[in-house]
């Protein structure tokens, strides 16, 4: 009746913590360097930069849980009632479907057989009964174990949808336990009389008893003292005085998650272990006229259950939640429904002259080849003399020499200042003709309020550091976010500051290599971008907008 009632409730509660948590969290962000661990941030660098096409495994929780419920022995002798257990674990992901964890438990129960016995000779626990008397087997155990489990998630993988708040998983590992059974053998120091519980004398004669009766009498019998030590191994290995057994565990669980941190856990585990002494009794019942000497061992060994319900506390800072709450096929997914990562090819339109500009935008669709042209695809003419720049000779023609030749040449003499711009336009004197190939740059994340630079912020800026050096042409860009407030335009200055300072104190860059930009729109407030600024105009250092509100730290 008891197991009847322990299934009713577990299934009541599978019933209810699933529809009440079917589909709570998200996948964490697979950019988000904050989660990533130092030593595989160069996997993450190489991710972000489209030249490896897997993320970083991120740095993941520890949980820690805590488990109550029902402990029985299954073995010669029948539990009087479920028993009370306990257990604590620590469990750490390997990956997404396994994990490891290590648990210690706790169980004590008491049995009784409503069934006399009488071949109880071998059992010294019975020594001071006289075979062929009758006996009613009795025990009280208390086992204490350790074992490391191995554990399999079954539906964190899933097709159809991101992820569920339903955990279901396997375990099994090996471990030892500890045990202590004591037998209640004795009224006082007098070994009980167990005559009058099997049968009465009525109106009819000696009758035996029902169960029913059985159990009353044996109730007011028994004084349960337990004061007997029951049979043990000989040889058997001990620890802290109590008799020492490896065993096998293994069993199933369901978990339910509550929030981000913490879930409720449903398990059944098995403990199997080579002793039939947990109950303190192995020896067959045989007829009762069979030779007592001759009574053999039972063939089978006891094992210990333990179903119980427990909570889960998910620990760890800085960290994704266990991996066996994700779907790792949910990046992928998202990244194939709306892409924000992967390297999509571009557009082939039309451009049947090759100019740049595709043929439905195009005004002049014959444009000779190598010829510049505007955004509608029109042959350019910079100085506005009516010669396209692709036949100009005089490129830049000063407004007092025109009009000009065909060839775009004025008919004036040429000003010394328009010699000295076209041939520096034509030598690359007023544009920059150095290039940057200082590649894609990260974002630096700074976490609440906080303007300190990270472990992980660090090594993000010593390879911006060794990049600047490899390519010493380059110039870059820190910017900084929001300027709702005032507090806003300060604390993006310090960020955009305290990385150019970084940069120039540990990593030996100069300071004129940089440009100065804070409190700007459309970005994360608690993000600092790093870009190639090559080319660009900016100030190198900018003055604290409001440095009474600066922050220390």
């Known amino acids: 009746m008891a197991s009847k009632k322990f299934l009713s409730l577990f299934v009541l509660l599978c019933l209810l913590v699933s529809g009440a948590y079917a589909q709570l969290g998200t996948s964490y962000d697979v950019q988000d360097s904050s989660v990533i661990p130092a030593k595989r941030l160069p996997q993450h660098s190489e991710f972000m930069a489209n030249t490896y096409p897997f993320p970083a495994k991120p740095r993941n929780q520890w949980e820690l849980g805590l488990k109550v419920g029902s402990f029985q022995v299954l073995g010669d002798v029948r539990n009087r009632l479920p028993g009370f257990g306990a257990g604590l674990h620590v469990r750490k992901a390997l990956g997404y479907v396994f994990s490891l964890r290590g648990e210690l438990g706790f169980g004590t129960t008491k049995g009784l057989n409503f069934q006399p016995s009488n071949n109880y000779i071998k059992n010294p626990a019975w020594n001071g009964y006289t075979h062929p008397t009758l006996v009613f087997y009795n025990f009280k155990t208390t086992v204490y174990d350790a074992s490391i489990q191995a554990v399999v998630t079954l539906n964190n993988i899933r097709f159809h949808k991101a992820k569920t708040g339903f955990n279901a998983y396997a375990f099994a590992g090996i471990g030892g336990l500890i045990y202590d059974t004591k037998v209640d053998a004795l009224n006082g120091n007098t070994p009980y009389n167990f005559g009058p519980i099997v049968a009465k004398y009525g109106p009819t004669g000696f009758r035996f008893k029902d169960r029913k009766d059985i159990r009353k009498d044996l109730k007011d019998l028994l004084d349960g003292s337990y004061e007997t030590q029951a049979q043990r191994d000989p040889g058997q290995a001990e620890l802290f005085d109590k008799p020492f057994r490896p065993m096998f565990t293994g069993g199933i669980g369901v978990q339910f998650k509550l ?121 350019r003419d910079t100085d506005g003399d009516g010669v396209p720049d692709y036949k100009d000779k005089e490129l830049i023609t000063p407004t007092q020499c025109q009009p000009v030749d065909a060839d775009g040449v004025g008919k004036c003499p040429e000003p010394d200042c328009c010699k000295e711009l076209r041939e520096g336009l034509e030598s690359g004197k007023y544009g920059n003709t150095k290039k940057c190939n200082i590649g894609s740059l990260p974002s630096i994340s700074f976490r609440g309020k906080s303007i300190s630079l990270s472990n992980d912020a660090k090594a993000l800026l010593a390879s911006v550091a060794q990049q600047m050096k490899n390519n010493p042409d380059c110039r870059v860009a820190v910017i900084g976010y929001c300027s709702s407030s005032k507090s806003e335009q300060q604390l993006s200055w310090d960020r955009v500051n305290a990385i150019i300072n970084y940069l120039v104190d540990k990593e030996g860059i100069s300071a004129d290599r940089f440009i100065f930009r804070f409190g700007e729109e459309g970005g994360d407030c608690n993000t600092v971008d790093l870009q190639d600024g090559t080319g660009a105009e900016g100030p190198t250092t900018v003055p604290a907008p409001h440095p009474n509100l600066r922050r220390r730290g």
Not at 269 to 274: E, F, G, H, Q, S
Not at 294 to 305: E, F, S, V, W
Request: proline share 7%; aromatic share 6%.
């Open 259 to 379: 929030n981000k941190r913490l879930s409720l856990g449903i398990e059944d585990r098995l403990n199997v272990m080579k002793s039939d002494l947990i109950d303190g009794q192995q020896w067959q019942e045989n007829d009762a006229n069979a030779n007592p000497q001759a009574i053999a061992q039972t063939r089978d060994y006891d094992m210990t259950n333990f179903l119980s319900v427990g909570l889960n506390i998910a620990l760890g800072a800085k960290s994704v939640e266990p991996l066996w709450w994700l779907n790792p096929l949910d990046y992928a997914y998202n990244e194939i429904n709306k892409p924000r990562h992967m390297k999509l090819p571009k557009p082939v339109l039309d451009d049947k002259d090759g100019d740049g500009v595709t043929d439905q935008f195009d005004n002049e669709p014959n444009t000779p080849a190598g010829a510049p042209v505007d955004s509608h695809g029109v042959s």
